[in-house]
Nanobody, 122 residues
Framework: QVQLVESGGGLVQAGGSLRLSCTASTRTFSKYAMGWFRQAPGKEREFVGAISWSVTTTYYADSVRGRFTISRDNAKNTVYLQMNSLNPEDTAVYYC???????????????WGQGTQVTVSS
């Protein structure tokens, strides 16, 4: 069982930046591919980005490519989501997810965090 805890959410003005973190409770973090998803009020959860076990491969949704960057530090059991040039449409609860498979944008990740709220004001 892997527990994921997100942090770093908050309120930011349009054009600003935030960095989300997700820390995993496992000794084998490097064996998990990680994903970030988000869910805005009244909308379905959507894929944001993903990263492979060894950082060699990353995936991004078209809506965030060029503005968001995923990275990971396997020594710290943590994956990050750097979000720049935020706009109100980025307002959502952001979730990280983990799976031993490289799932990319599939929602079939085995483990999910509780989410962290990101609110972008105009």
């Amino acid at each position: 069982q892997v527990q994921l805890v997100e942090s770093g959410g908050g309120l930011v003005q349009a054009g600003g930046s935030l960095r989300l973190s997700c820390t995993a409770s496992t000794r084998t973090f490097s064996k998990y591919a990680m994903g970030w998803f988000r869910q805005a009020p009244g909308k379905e959860r959507e894929f944001v980005g993903a990263i492979s076990w060894s950082v060699t491969t990353t995936y991004y949704a078209d809506s965030v490519r060029g503005r968001f960057t995923i990275s990971r530090d396997n020594a710290k059991n943590t994956v990050y989501l750097q979000m720049n040039s935020l706009n109100p449409e980025d307002t959502a609860v952001y979730y990280c997810a983990a799976d031993t498979r490289l799932l990319g944008n599939s929602p079939r990740y085995a483990y999910w965090g509780q989410g962290t709220q990101v609110t972008v004001s105009s």
